[in-house]
């Protein structure tokens, strides 16, 4: 019982050790420039959208799946709902059309994962090249649209904020307190065992992307609140994003009970802290920061591994 809580207490706080370093290191190599109020709010805003893409992705990913498809139906759901508000000069449409094709986009991952048995990979991977060329096509057909009029009172960062953290209230609460988080975990740690008691995997499979693509849908809203509409490289790289953050946050590949809500939170703001770190340093070359990114994901998942390994010795 003793190892037990030794391995959860250590595989916990490498996160939070990981999370602390970054943000010393940087706050003593930029003089204290990172911890000034400007920094620290836009440490949050860079953050935002990965969180909320992520949030979704984690029930994916806490079952031993992965989503690739996060960026391109951002993409897709931003520049449609944004398409239709301006078609029909009804401005808060772009709220529910952007959800809607992005939780529609997830069932459809859902579905063809739980009921087809094609794996997660190689689906992301086939959605991911498909549905960025029918992006493509529709941003040459309509342009690069703006947030209309009506709609400019999203831009605001006091009303992103507030919403940001009510999401985020109710995507904690509905992982790690409800039936959902739970059998997911379950499925994450042995399928067949968790079929075998009764948790109807085929339906939470489904409902996992179902609740990542709608995710994806909310953060298309708020990328085009960010940004004042639309852009050509609209959720481009945001899936990479997303899944560096959940696995620099000490998610195993594997899921189970190792995905953990706030590991995804504290992932994400890592990875803000490296690259906007690396800004104020003066090193804000992408192939310097990728390069950094990618040596300290590796450390990270090293150490979850080997904490968990030791603890469940």
Known sequence: MKNEMKRIKISDLVPFIAFVVLLV??????????????SLK?????????????CGVLFVVAQGSIDLTVGVNVALSGVVGMHVAHATG?????????????????????????????????????????????VNFIQTKVGVEY????????????????????????????FEFTRIGRYSKAIGENETTARFVGVPVGKLKILAFAI???????????????????????GTFLEMKVAMA?????????????????KVVLGSLSISIIVYGLSLMGMSDSHISQSVEGVLLLLILFLTIVTNRRGGG
Do not use: D
């Open 147 to 174: 947030v209309p009029a009506s709609m400019t009172f999203i831009t605001g960062s006091g009303v992103r904020i507030l919403a940001f953290f009510v999401i985020l209230i109710i995507m904690c609460y509905l």
């Open 90 to 134: 009804i401005g808060w449409l772009m709220i529910p059309v952007a959800v809607v094709i992005g939780l529609a986009m997830g069932l459809l991952n859902g579905v063809i994962v739980s009921k087809c048995h094609v794996p997660s990979f190689t689906l992301s991977i086939a959605m991911l090249i498909g549905v960025r060329g029918v």
């Open 25 to 38: 290191f940087f706050s003593v190599a930029t003089k204290g420039k990172m911890l000034s109020e400007y």
């Open 212 to 234: 990542s693509g709608l995710l994806a849908g909310i953060g298309a809203v708020f990328s085009m609140a960010t940004v004042g509409g639309t852009t050509q490289t609209m």
């Open 42 to 54: 836009k440490l949050i805003e860079q953050s935002i959208l990965t969180i909320i893409a992520a």
């Open 246 to 262: 959940i696995f620099f946050g000490g998610v195993l590949v594997t899921g189970g009970t190792s995905a953990r809500f706030y």
